[in-house]
Nanobody, 124 residues
Framework: QVQVVESGGGSVQTGGSLRLSCVAS????????MGWFRQAPGKEREFVST???????LYANSVKGRFTITRDNAEDRAYLHMNNLNVDDTAVYYC??????????????????WGQGTQVTVSS
């Protein structure tokens, strides 16, 4: 059984930083792409970033230059380093593991396994 668990959310002021962590267990093998999505109250879940097994990354325009995604393939972990946060970044952040053979997708349905989410709140 695959489990995805996020951690590292919290409350910060505008301009602050946070690092989110994600660990996936029970995967059938290495090489899955991993991604981060977020959902603010009353809004659709939106793509934030994704990284494939070769550490090639893709970012949403809204976070490009401020967020960095990294991964540790040996432990099926992914991280989202968030800098210069602003109030628009306030949301529940979800880590997801992509379906086999899919990478670089910004579409939630291309991800098979999801964590429970971690809250990030940015105040001015």
């Amino acid at each position: 059984q695959v489990q995805v668990v996020e951690s590292g959310g919290g409350s910060v002021q505008t301009g602050g930083s946070l690092r989110l962590s994600c660990v996936a267990s029970g995967l059938a093998g290495p090489g899955y792409a991993m991604g981060w999505f977020r959902q603010a109250p009353g809004k659709e879940r939106e793509f934030v970033s994704t990284i494939n097994s070769e550490s090639s990354a893709l970012y949403a325009n809204s976070v490009k230059g401020r967020f960095t995604i990294t991964r540790d393939n040996a432990e099926d972990r992914a991280y989202l380093h968030m800098n210069n946060l602003n109030v628009d970044d306030t949301a529940v952040y979800y880590c997801a593991v992509a379906r086999p053979f899919y990478s670089g997708s910004t579409i939630p349905s291309m991800y098979a396994y999801w964590g429970q989410g971690t809250q990030v709140t940015v105040s001015s």
